[in-house]
């Protein structure tokens, strides 16, 4: 199967920092790329969409100069938490998907712990 | 509004014990179903992807079919490794942006 990865797997700052989450589809090119958070026991809650050179598409209630998304290659999405807050700790998940394909493909996730 | 129902929350299991999740999901109309499997502090693994009613996947212990209502995930003498929270998505034909739907997920714990 699709192979996303994700970097870091864990991180822990301090609050009014900005902190970096890298996303990357390794065996395929991922058109669109998805970004969600998870609460914990709770189901994934979409944040945002990107495609590739484009600007990412935010869920109503996302800030969007809160959450900077980055899509700037058919390989690589990034998301950065600006200004991060305690409320802005969760686990972080990516998800890619290629062009000829409906299936969505995930990454290990990142744990931002925000002090 | 699309919607998906997972059920039930949460389901224990004795090794061995055959049982089946259920997926209810109302979509104005139905580009496919998929079915997930997540570890505590993992991202979702794919299981199967379905695209219409009558359709059938298999893949080691574990079996999804597809109604025009409802998907099943029937989960065959499970073992302690199948413990996990399995998460059921629609994909519907006028999706904004591909984006899925997400149902709440099925905890599902087999004990040895």
């Known amino acids: 199967g699709a192979v996303v990865s994700q970097h870091p797997s864990w991180v822990i700052c301090k609050s009014g920092t900005s902190v970096k989450i890298e996303c990357r589809s390794l065996d395929f090119q991922a058109t669109t790329m998805f970004w969600y958070r998870q609460f914990p026991k709770q189901s994934l809650m979409l944040m945002a969409t990107s495609n590739e050179g484009s600007k990412a598409t935010y869920e109503q209630g996302v800030e969007k100069d809160k959450f900077l998304i980055n899509h700037a290659s058919l390989t690589l999405s990034t998301l950065t938490v600006t200004s991060a807050h305690p409320e802005d700790s969760s686990f972080y998940i990516c998800?890619?998907?290629?062009?000829?394909?409906?299936?969505?493909?995930f990454g290990p996730g990142t744990r931002l712990t925000v002090l | 509004e699309d919607q998906v129902t997972q059920s039930p929350e949460a389901l224990r299991l004795q090794e061995g014990e055959s049982s089946s999740l259920n997926c209810s999901y109302t979509v104005s109309g139905l580009r496919g179903l998929f079915w997930y499997r997540q570890d505590p502090g993992k991202g979702p693994e794919f299981l199967f992807t379905?695209?219409?009613a009558g359709e059938e996947k298999e893949k080691e212990r574990l079996k999804a079919t597809l109604t025009k209502k409802e998907s099943f995930l029937h989960i065959t003498a499970p073992k302690p490794e199948d413990s996990a929270t399995y998460l059921c998505a629609v994909h519907p034909i006028k999706a904004a942006g591909n984006k899925l739907t997400f149902g709440g997920g099925t905890r599902v714990l087999v004990k040895p």
């Open positions: 379905l695209y219409s």
């Open positions: 998800s890619g998907r290629g062009q000829l394909t409906d299936t969505q493909y």
